[in-house]
């Protein structure tokens, strides 16, 4: 079975920094893409930001400029530096991995997610 463990949530004043990270385990072939998402209450979960195995980098434009994802293929762990933080940033934030258990075999697994809230 596949594991999505996160860490790294918790209240930060707002301008403040926090760095997420989320680690894969178990019988993992290959990790193509990960990435993070949040949700706020009343709202749709939607993506933060995402990393491919080649390191190509997507973020929504809310964050562009103030968060950096990164990435530890050798330790399938995927990290998410959060800077300049805002209220409007406090949500769960989920852990996303597409991976695969097998060559042909393709899954996506979420983590059990990690709030994050920025207030004074």
């Known amino acids: 079975q596949v594991q999505l463990v996160e860490s790294g949530g918790g209240l930060v004043q707002p301008g403040g920094s926090l760095r997420l990270s989320c680690a894969a385990s178990?019988?993992?072939?290959?990790?193509?893409?990960m990435g993070w998402y949040r949700q706020a209450p009343g709202k749709q979960r939607e993506l933060v930001a995402a990393?491919?195995?080649?390191?190509?980098?997507n973020y929504a434009d809310s964050v562009k400029g103030r968060f950096t994802i990164s990435r530890d293929n050798a330790k399938n762990t995927v990290y998410l530096q959060m800077n300049s933080l805002k209220p409007e940033d406090t949500a769960v934030y989920y852990c996303?991995?597409?991976?695969?258990?097998?060559?042909?075999?393709?899954?996506?697994?979420w983590g059990q997610g990690t709030q994050v809230t920025v207030s004074s």
């Open positions: 990393i491919t195995s080649g390191g190509s980098t």
């Open positions: 178990g019988s993992i072939f290959s990790i193509y893409a």
């Open positions: 996303n991995a597409d991976l695969f258990l097998s060559p042909t075999a393709e899954y996506d697994y």
